[in-house]
């Protein structure tokens, strides 16, 4: 479904039905880029069909898919295209020019190559547990999620506030206990990959690939005040992933156990030849026991502190974390802060 991932909360939100929901997702459908047009982006069909749903609902888990296309000049192309130009006004008036001319000659060139360009294009997958109050977006990078979060929120036209999910225990503060310690919290296991850096200017950095982790030396280097920017693990021997400081989600994959049981799922995939439906099913089925296990493996939610109101309805910049706060014990019925509506 994705191999990466960030985790949001939905911490209010009057949920339309899924057909008025479809209704302002075919309002803001993709189209591709115009000839000089540098981007564009809009929802897709979830499945990959044309003309079909533009929200799946499979076992009450919504899936949406975001699609981004971009044109790019080469930088390259543009310098000497921008270059050319110069010469020739420095030819005939005896100056060069700078500043504000060259950015508009600039503007001029990228103008005239875009419809040449070729298109490159991305999907981003959102998932959505309306139950839970999870949403996941398929993305590596805190930015990349929080652009897809954006327009969900503007596509809801108020009443969706989402944020990233804040734990008691800093991950990087909870990867150093563990490694330090040689001991994975309940239910998970410490893989074979690690990044380490020094949280100071100089910004050393020891990196561990298909290494056992289970050595002094690991533990030596937290001493030394080396922080986990990475970690590699699974959890109940069914799902792997790599998790971030920035408590991201990446290399997702299912082990064996899991993807064994497959074939025993045949009413999941009974509605399409492709195998979407098992696919959805099999992927969410697991990850709505992974990430309360992994919140509640980090101290719980971070609780708002009392008489603070609720934020926008936007996503935050980047993820805050407070290790001395007290949780909600990884509930994914709880809520953080305030109550939610389903």
């Known amino acids: 479904m994705f191999k990466n991932a960030l985790v949001y909360r939905i911490e209010h939100w009057e949920a339309p039905g899924l057909a008025e929901l479809d209704q302002r997702l075919q309002a803001a459908r993709f189209v591709e880029c115009g000839a000089s047009q540098a981007e564009s982006v809009g929802w897709v069909e979830p499945r990959g069909e044309a003309h079909g749903a533009m929200v799946e609902?499979?076992?009450?888990?919504?899936?949406?898919?975001?699609?981004?296309e971009t044109k790019a000049v080469p930088g390259g192309v543009i310098k000497d295209q921008v270059g050319k130009k110069l010469d020739a006004i420095e030819k005939d008036t005896g100056r060069r020019p700078k500043g504000k001319i060259v950015k508009e000659l600039k503007e001029e060139v990228i103008h005239q190559l875009l419809p040449r360009a070729f298109p490159k294009r991305s999907d981003t997958v959102v998932w959505i547990d309306p139950?839970?109050?999870?949403?996941?977006?398929?993305?590596g990078s805190v930015k990349k999620a929080d652009a897809v979060v954006t327009r969900l929120v503007e596509l809801m036209g108020g009443g969706l506030k989402l944020g990233l999910v804040q734990t008691a225990l800093a991950p990087a503060t909870a990867m150093a206990?563990?490694?330090a310690e040689k001991e994975a919290p309940p239910g998970f296991t410490i893989d074979r990959e690690c990044e380490?850096?020094?949280?100071?200017?100089e910004k050393a950095t020891v990196r561990y690939a298909r290494h056992t982790l289970d050595i002094d030396e690991v533990g030596e280097h937290v001493r030394q005040g080396?922080?986990?920017?990475?970690?590699?693990l699974s959890w109940a021997d069914r799902v792997s992933f790599v998790l971030t400081e920035a408590l991201t989600l990446k290399k997702i994959k299912l082990l064996?156990?899991?993807l064994e049981g497959r074939g025993a799922d045949a009413g999941a995939a009974q509605k399409d030849e492709?195998?979407?439906?098992?696919?959805?099913a099999l992927f969410t089925g697991e990850l709505r026991q992974l990430v309360p296990a992994l919140v509640e493996a980090l101290g719980g939610l971070q609780l708002r502190p009392a008489g603070v109101p609720a934020g926008p309805e936007s996503p935050p910049s980047a993820p805050q974390r407070?290790?001395?706060?007290?949780?909600?014990?990884?509930?994914?019925?709880?809520a953080p802060w305030d109550s939610v509506a389903a």
């Open 57 to 68: 609902s499979i076992g009450g888990q919504w899936v949406l898919r975001l699609a981004t």
């Open 131 to 139: 139950q839970a109050h999870w949403l996941l977006v398929g993305a």
């Open 177 to 179: 206990t563990w490694l």
């Open 196 to 201: 380490l850096k020094q949280p100071d200017s």
């Open 226 to 232: 080396k922080l986990p920017t990475q970690l590699a």
């Open 256 to 258: 064996d156990v899991v």
């Open 274 to 280: 492709g195998g979407f439906d098992a696919d959805v």
């Open 322 to 334: 407070a290790p001395q706060h007290a949780g909600t014990g990884g509930n994914p019925d709880v």
